[in-house]
């Protein structure tokens, strides 16, 4: 790992995913990650975008808890079943990065329709394409139009998804969950042990529906050790 800066604090400021919460991170840049050294970061709690590393530090709320799925113990309950069963002609690619228009776009569609935001190519670009770490990109197509783009990050033990974007027209398919499925079953012929999905936030219902996928461990912030919850019947 290149160091590019030492680890640094943000600013307190208003949290995107909680009313009337403050969020504060710690962060560092970095490249040149071996999958190792990003599988010690990934197992206590560090994201990141291009080469932006970060973890939440709020000094009143831990509502962010890191959260994966085991992929050996993967169980699909009836609506993820359902959601095989009406993406059954999509057709999923797993790729080298590789920036191109058809993809900003999609990710473009998809910041504004979700959550009302214009985007910039420039910061679109150092996000996903600038390689700190193994990465790759899964491709979704609908008769043969590019319906969502996955980029995830390939630990030595793990897949991490880093983001998922869709084009609006295609929500009814609910791609994110489809996509969850896929790069799961996808880290488990890598032979690795996890899928990251990133932060779940229990009373956030764009991030809650995390917790849907079974087995799957959460990281407590205090000890830094993962907790296999139980889960209700699928």
């Known amino acids: 790992m290149k160091l590019l800066s ?66 050996k113990e993967l169980i699909l309950s009836k609506s993820q079943r359902r959601v095989i069963r009406d993406c059954k002609d999509v057709h999923v690619d797993f790729k080298n990065l590789e920036y191109r228009d058809d993809i900003f776009e999609v990710f473009k569609d998809h910041s504004y329709n979700r959550f009302g935001k214009n985007s910039d190519n420039e910061d679109f670009y150092k996000s996903f394409y600038i390689q700190s770490c193994p990465s790759i990109q899964s491709e979704y197509y609908v008769d043969s139009k590019l319906a969502a783009v996955g980029f995830i990050d390939i630990s030595s033990n793990a897949l991490s998804s880093v983001y998922f974007v869709y084009r609006s027209e295609f929500s009814k398919l609910r791609l994110g969950t489809f996509s969850v499925i896929n790069e799961t079953q996808f880290a488990l012929k890598l032979g690795l042990s996890y899928y990251y999905l990133g932060y779940y936030i229990e009373n956030n219902k764009s991030i809650s529906y995390k917790n849907s996928f079974h087995i799957n461990e959460k990281m407590s912030w205090e000890t830094e050790l993962w907790i296999q919850e139980q889960h209700n019947k699928v």
Do not use: N
Not at 17 to 24: M, W
Not at 36 to 57: N, T
Not at 61 to 70: D, E, G, N, Q, T
């Open 6 to 71: 030492k680890s640094l604090v943000s600013e307190e400021f208003d949290c995107s995913y909680i009313k009337e919460e403050k969020c504060q991170f710690a962060f560092f840049f970095a490249t040149d990650l071996s999958p190792h050294e990003l599988d010690m970061l990934l197992s206590i709690g560090w994201r990141k975008f291009g080469i932006y590393y970060f973890k939440p530090i709020c000094k009143e709320c831990r509502a962010c808890i890191p959260i994966r799925i085991k992929t």
